[in-house]
């Protein structure tokens, strides 16, 4: 450990600020008042459910990846989870908006979305292992952050309109998922080589970037400024 710190006590400090700006974000403090504006959210659920894809095939990546057989277990699971259970979640959503299947085909993968899902795919990979846990973990820890927060204060408000998407983040099994990464990614950093582990602080730090980037492209719906030279 750095200085006797365990690595996530370490980055969570030092994406502090970075984690306040998320939770003070219009998308995040309307979405709590219920006041989000639904295209928006609409927009933010599309663009969440194709980077959902991303995210699982990273966790899947992890799990042949890992020479620990529990860790094996966990991420094949957290994998089936992302490609399974959330994704259902979004597609209730979805059915919900009444966006049909052409729709969907018309919504365009914005920027952000993309850069953050190749960001994932990338490090899985082509860093090392270790690398690989630190970025996954800012999307498990940030959104039970986020989550809880907001369920806290949220919890004696009748028929929330984003009352699903609140409990699927703020759930005690998903608290315990965001525990074992940051296990996993304390027990790595612990005996990491000093280059493995900044780089593990790099990848959290700039995973917790995208993390409030891909918030804030789905407030502005987000297209690509260069499709009018394309049409």
Known sequence: MAGGTAFCDEVWA??????????EHPFNTELEAGTLDRDRFA???VQDSRYLIAFGKALATASTRATDVDEA???AQAAHTALVVERSLHAG??????LSAA????????PT????????????LAEPY????????????VYEDVGSAIFERTRDVEKHPYRAWINTYADPEFAASVERVKQIADRHAATAEPPVREAMTDAFLRATEYEWLFWDSAYRRETWPTAQWLS
């Open 14 to 23: 030092r994406a502090a600020k970075l984690v306040r700006a998320i939770h």
């Open 43 to 45: 927009f933010y659920i």
């Open 73 to 75: 277990a966990f991420f």
């Open 93 to 98: 959503y979805i059915e919900e908006f009444g």
């Open 103 to 110: 729709d969907l085909e018309g919504i365009v993968t914005s």
């Open 113 to 124: 979305c993309l850069g953050y899902s190749s960001y994932l795919q990338a490090t899985a």
């Open 130 to 141: 270790p690398v690989l846990v630190a970025a996954l973990l800012p999307c498990f820890w």
